[in-house]
């Protein structure tokens, strides 16, 4: 991963000794390269800050800001554009001419030419900062899931944006103020980035596949505007055809996610989804070596060794595992929150953090994973509140009870926690936090001083998930 960091002031004297300290911040995210520059503009002055963690074409020529040959753009960029080749090549066949390997010099030539329209050509991960001298503005992008980070802050006293909020901060002399709704939603509720607001009051997330602008002569941005979203209208299909299209999707990402000029990895927890990805490494790379590296947890009921070993097995993978010793999580827990930047919500965080920092001390620089899997598929909890909604909007009352009723056999559910979580989405918002009481929780627990909160304006409510009329019927495929 890389980090990028811009600010937008009036007055940018003040602020140019901060800039670089602010990017030491990101530091860890790119330890290759790095690069800042200042941008004269119609209000103002715009820095430009990158760390560059090489992934596709090593040289120097990756470096960051990157500018067009005509002088009317500049971008920085995290992430990976996985079909840039395929991307080049209509490029090229349209008349543009390439000066690096980079997929940064892709990205940036497929801006000049297409614009937000080309946002959905892109196979990738990305957040990108895109200046236009010629209409003097500035463009922030987000990818389609929201993968690659974008935090960015507009005050009096002009418009920051970063890869992480800490970088944000440090451009501020002023003490960062805690956001109390998101504090609230996080201890009550156990939410966190699932909203546009942070945990710090001022500073806020670029939606997932939103895009805005910056007007450069007055630092006023626009509202995010969305680039794309995945319709979830009904669309039938057989069973077999189904799973042979989702394989067929399945291969051709991992195929994609395999281009590298540096040292490839796996992360192995055993469970079905990473094991899915190194067996699909195999497949499709037959001689390729396979790096798997996994968190151990003996003596553990959960503990998935057994299946990571048979998978390592059947790939012949090279086996790098990390036991930790419980006492370890106190000497790494400031390190690890340093990191974070952010509350998170459970101990596999930790298993994260450890497992990628081996991955680092063994040389490897990308890694697959198997996050989303779960959110794809509806598993672990299986998000019952929203499939007994779409078979309630469908009045198939019997494949309601049958839900309710299979769903609660599960380790510790219970049919009152499944059509608590119906309501939950079902009665109006004041009366939500009833349904939260149903499964022995609160909008208002006894250790939280919601008087205090109140005073202060925050709404002791859970918000619950925003419904749409494509919706209706598919609320599970909505909430997914």
Known sequence: MCGILGLWSPDAGQHRNVVDKALRELDHRGPNDRGIEWFDTAGGSLAFAHTRLSVIDLSAGGHQPMHSPCGRWSMIYNGEIYNYRELRAELEAAGEAFATASDTEVLLRAWMRWGESGLTRLIGMFAFAVLDRERQTLGLVR??????????????????????????????????????????????????????????????????????????????????????????????????????????????????????????????????DSSAVVCAMRRLEPDMPIHSFSFVARGSAVDEEEWADLVNETVGAEVNKILVDPEELADDLDDMIRIQDEPFSGTSIYAQYRVFRLVRERGVTVTLDGQGADELLAGYHGYPGARLNSLYEKRDFAGFARLLRNWSRGPGRSRAGGFAEFLGQRVPRRWRGLALGMVGRSVSPPWLDTDQLRAAGVRIENPGLPKSEEGHRRRLAEAL
């Not at 319709?231 to 291969?251: H, M, N, T």
């Open 143 to 272: 990818d389609g899931f929201g993968i690659k980070p974008l935090f960015y802050r507009e005050d009096e006293k002009g418009f920051a944006f970063a890869s992480e909020s800490k970088a944000i901060t440090a451009l501020d002399l002023e003490r960062p103020r805690l956001n109390l709704q998101r504090a609230y939603h996080y201890l009550a509720l156990g939410g966190y980035d699932d909203a546009d607001e942070t945990f710090i009051a001022g500073i806020r997330h670029l939606p997932p596949a939103h895009w805005m602008e910056v007007d450069l002569s007055s630092g006023r941005a626009e509202a995010p505007r969305r680039w794309w979203w995945p319709s979830i209208a009904e669309k039938p299909i057989a069973f077999d055809d189904a799973v042979a299209q989702l394989r067929e999707r399945f291969l051709e990402s991992v195929r994609l996610h395999l281009r590298s000029d540096v040292k490839l990895g796996a992360a192995l927890s055993g469970g079905i």
